[in-house]
């Protein structure tokens, strides 16, 4: 028998071709379950063809390989055959492998089908050496190398199964597994070539040279193996990417989503959101006879705490009141955020019972005292409730119900709720026409000021006057303020209102000054929405330098109440505005909260006393005594103190012998409009 050894260099290159051509199969493998339809089979082909040539070249090279003292060539026809035979195992695998599960027998189908094509594939390219005597093969040997092949096979199967889809570390696993993958394939072909006994006297025949064979072999395999690598490596980068902007566009998508359909503070659904709901409830409350509860929700004095604690907190304590009505409804309803601190929701019903308890348990949890920004604060809840199909059929008119008895229920104490009814609309809709009305009279210029003046108690002079509102409505005539004051004041006009006050009261009081009453003053009233204004300080300075006037003639009158909403913030505008010679007047004094801190902390010029105190001043008398208290604490105060509401001349006597600086009242002057301002002067 020949003696035959082996090139080491081209053992060792067969062994890389075998893991190179492991690793494409894996990575080939991974590709074809990432893309779909025809171009998963395009990958498979192509994995399959390049794994095949990969096992090939690695069998060729190591034929070459062997050292002997006769020169080799070989049968083209059956060196191609068995080339097609390595190509059909490797398709046969990967085709294997991308199935969605590869249960015990499957392995071992596969790895017999796979080991038998290699090893037939390894036979095949042996038959394809022309040497004469022919190779003879122990069968031992043969055996083995058909067990090597299976077991190869299966390891192959395997670990391209399991290795497809890792996404953690998965070039070090491949790297590993393309390593026993090709130390498997190189075993078995090593094995099979331990089978072969070449005939001592074999003299080889004209055919291929295996001189330039093996370079040409080497440099055109590992050439495909590394086209197919990097084809599937730049691939799957590119599909990487493209995944990566796919999935950044949906999130972009879910975002904007979001964005459209939530509220971005408390993640409650918004109107659009809500609207959308209710319809499909409807239709099918509908069509399965069902009945469902609409209900309005708005908390009371949140503005307050707003204004008290600054947005942030406001912010903090709407998420602390969500969190509570969440865990009251455990699930029972939806519920919505219309904006600010409204809210909707609406439940599946069978009894109006049911609705009323859940109301109740809602105010009732938020009703609780909270903890926001390590300061207490409270705010209560007001329930309106309006029931399908009882109080509307369709979702404009059920949510107009429900707001309707909201607003009933802030009308009736707050912190409640209450069932709509047939009628509670109707103050409801006289508010509305009324808001709509002065916003119409604001453009139109129906508004208009009467003057009422203010005299110096000890020598009987006009010092000035108090601007008073009226409202020359086109079809009722001359309103007092009385009759639409309040509702501007609930529903925010009052700032517009108050501003053209301001502004026309400094307007008028400048053509005075033009015409020669130097001396006169004017007091405007703030109403404490105005005076919650952050820009309440430069609007005034504003208006005043607007018109020429200096500041000490205009007197800004708050009330106690106004003022203490919000004392820090409230005592430091109008302590601004008192250092640029602004007065500041504490009217209706007495009649609100009284609290001597607050009126101690309030940069003050002047005290009103209200008429309230006013109308009974017998000696002797309660009223009396207070009075004398108030004028007291002003002198302590260094305050100027006026009495308003003087309609006799005992009470005129009475205060100017008590020793208040400015009178004021019908006894000695109406409030005039301002075209009868100066005649007036002149008759005194």
């Not at 209710?278 to 307050?304: H, P």
């Amino acid at each position: 028998m020949m003696v035959v050894h082996y090139n080491p260099v081209l053992v060792a290159i067969s062994f890389l071709v075998a893991v190179v051509a492991s690793y494409t199969a894996l990575d080939m493998a991974g590709r074809v379950m990432e893309v779909k339809n025809r171009a998963a089979c395009w990958w498979l082909a192509g994995g399959g063809t390049a794994m095949g040539i990969g096992i090939w070249a690695m069998h060729f090279i190591g034929m070459l390989a062997m050292v002997m003292p006769v020169k080799l060539a070989y049968n083209l026809p059956l060196t191609l055959l068995s080339l097609l035979m390595g190509i059909a195992a490797s398709l046969f695998a990967l085709r294997m492998v991308c199935h969605a599960v590869l249960p015990l027998r499957r392995l071992i189908t596969g790895s017999i089908s796979m080991g038998s094509g290699i090893a037939a594939m390894h036979y095949t390219g042996m038959m394809a050496v022309e040497i004469s005597p022919a190779i003879t093969w122990d069968p031992y040997w043969v055996a083995a190398s058909f067990m090597v092949a299976f077991i190869a096979a299966g390891c192959a199967l395997y670990l391209t199964f399991h290795l497809r889809q890792r996404r953690r570390s998965v070039h070090a696993y491949r790297v590993i597994a393309a390593c026993i993958m090709g130390g498997g394939i190189a075993g078995m072909h090593y094995t099979g070539m331990m089978a072969a006994c070449f005939p001592a006297h074999a003299h080889g025949a004209h055919g291929l040279n295996r001189n330039w064979m093996a370079l040409l072999v080497t440099l055109v395999s590992l050439t495909i193996l590394g086209i197919a690598l990097l084809t599937s490596v730049l691939d799957a980068r590119l599909h990487t990417k493209t995944s990566e902007l796919v999935n950044l566009l949906a999130r972009a998508n879910a975002e904007l989503e979001k964005r459209a359909h939530y509220d971005w503070l408390t993640g409650l659904p918004n109107r659009g959101w809500l609207e959308q709901q209710l319809a499909a409830a409807l239709d099918e409350a509908r069509s399965e006879n069902r009945r469902f509860a609409l209900m309005f929700l708005d908390l009371d004095d949140f503005k307050q705490v707003n204004d008290r604690l600054g947005h942030q907190a406001g912010d903090l304590l709407l998420v602390d009141v969500v969190a509570r009505m969440k865990r009251v409804l455990m699930d029972r309803g939806i519920l919505a955020r219309l904006g600010g601190d409204e809210f909707v929701l609406f439940m599946p019903v069978t009894r109006a019972m049911d609705a009323a308890t859940l109301a109740k348990q809602l105010v009732d949890n938020v009703a609780t005292p909270y903890s926001v920004a390590q300061q207490s604060a409270r705010v209560s809840l007001s329930v309106g409730i309006a029931l399908y199909p009882e109080d509307g059929r369709d979702v404009r008119e059920l949510m107009f119900n429900a707001d309707t008895a909201m607003y009933y229920t802030k009308q009736h104490g707050r912190n409640n709720f209450h069932f709509y009814q047939a009628g509670m609309g109707e103050s409801q809709i006289q508010e509305n026409q009324l808001v709509s009305a002065m916003h119409q009279a604001l453009r139109d210029q129906e508004f208009c000021l009467y003057y009422q003046p203010k005299f110096s108690a000890p020598t009987g002079a006009i010092i000035g006057f108090e601007a008073l509102i009226r409202w020359q409505h086109p079809e009722k005539g001359l309103l007092a303020p009385d009759s639409f004051l309040p509702c501007a004041e609930k529903y925010g006009l009052i700032i517009a209102v108050g501003n053209w006050v301001l502004d026309e009261a400094c307007r008028q009081l400048a053509q005075w000054h033009a015409q020669g009453a130097t001396h006169w003053s004017v007091a405007v009233n703030l109403s404490a929405l105005q005076l919650a204004q952050p820009g309440l300080v430069a609007q005034v300075l504003a208006c005043l330098e607007k018109y020429q006037l200096p500041p000490d003639v205009l007197t800004l009158e708050i009330t106690e109440t106004s003022a203490i909403n919000n004392p820090q913030e409230s005592a430091s505008r109008l302590a601004q505005l008192k250092a640029r010679g602004v007065k500041i007047s504490i009217d209706d004094f007495g009649t609100g909260y009284a609290n001597l801190l607050y009126l101690k902390a309030l940069p003050a010029s002047e005290l009103k006393i209200d008429r309230a105190f006013i109308i009974d001043t017998d000696p002797g008398s309660q009223n009396t005594a207070i009075v004398a208290l108030i004028i007291d604490l002003a002198r302590s105060l260094k305050l100027n103190v006026v009495a308003e509401g003087v309609e006799t001349e005992a009470q005129k006597d009475f205060f100017t012998g008590l020793g208040c600086d400015v009178l004021q009242g019908y006894l000695l002057g109406k409030p005039l409009p301002a075209q009868s301002v100066i005649p007036f002067f002149w008759e005194r």
